[in-house]
T-cell receptor, first 113, second 110 residues
Framework: GAGVSQSPSNKVTEKGKDVELRCDPISGHTALYWYRQRLGQGLEFLIYFQGNSAPDKSGLPSDRFSAERTGESVSTLTIQRTQQEDSAVYLC???????????FGPGTRLTVL | QKEVEQNSGPLSVPEGAIASLNCTYSDRVSQSFFWYRQYSGKSPELIMSIYSNGDKEDGRFTAQLNKASQYVSLLIRDSQPSDSATYLCAVNSYGQNFVFGPGTRLSVLP
């Protein structure tokens, strides 16, 4: 079946612009996660959804970051007034209920000039 | 602050040897443990999950969990050059987010 998809695959933007990143999870997966991975670094947790509610937003680095999810489907991560330190790969993962096993999308590489 | 620690490596092993990757975690109530493999420039892919103390085998991979010692490991038997990647340990408590370790870079030398 289809895996997790993310769009765009690459995004280059200018400092101060807003960007929107999209994630389509595997059908039927109730949990959805967003991570940030800077070059050569580990995964940094941002937010996770159980259905369309977000029980844990503790990882969002600032109020410029927000995310929403429609039901148990697509999620968008929005970064407002982008800064150069936002440059990273943004990874989305989804997980079926009960297992915690996450399946990752290919990521969106964000470059802020 | 929940932490997951791994030796960053690189860990170098000859082809055909056993590679042993280790992970320790700080949260005693952690319930689920996962190993992911990440090739350079790619996203992580799940290798193994383990939930109970003891060993779990899947092909050339064996995950070992010791909750009393807060320790989880991954053994790769008959290592192949294609196993060269960064291996990420992840830990989860029910209803809470996942914490990933920094990863161990494995290099299998032909």
């Amino acid at each position: 079946g289809a895996g997790v998809s993310q769009s765009p695959s690459n995004k280059v933007t200018e400092k101060g612009k807003d960007v929107e990143l999209r994630c389509d999870p595997i059908s039927g997966h109730t949990a959805l996660y967003w991570y940030r991975q800077r070059l050569g670094q580990g995964l940094e947790f941002l937010i996770y959804f159980q259905g369309n509610s977000a029980p844990d937003k503790s990882g969002l680095p600032s109020d410029r970051f927000s995310a929403e999810r429609t039901g148990e489907s697509v999620s968008t991560l929005t970064i407002q007034r982008t800064q150069q330190e936002d440059s990273a790969v943004y990874l989305c993962a989804s997980s079926p209920v009960g297992t915690g096993e996450q399946f990752f999308g290919p990521g969106t590489r964000l470059t802020v000039l | 602050q929940k932490e997951v620690e791994q030796n960053s490596g690189p860990l170098s092993v000859p082809e055909g040897a056993i590679a042993s990757l280790n992970c320790t975690y700080s949260d005693r109530v952690s319930q689920s443990f996962f190993w992911y493999r990440q090739y350079s420039g790619k996203s992580p892919e799940l290798i193994m999950s383990i939930y109970s103390n003891g060993d779990k085998e899947d092909g050339r991979f064996t995950a070992q969990l010791n909750k009393a010692s807060q320790y989880v490991s991954l053994l790769i038997r008959d290592s192949q050059p294609s196993d060269s990647a960064t291996y990420l340990c992840a830990v989860n408590s029910y209803g809470q987010n996942f914490v990933f370790g920094p990863g161990t870079r494995l290099s299998v030398l032909p």
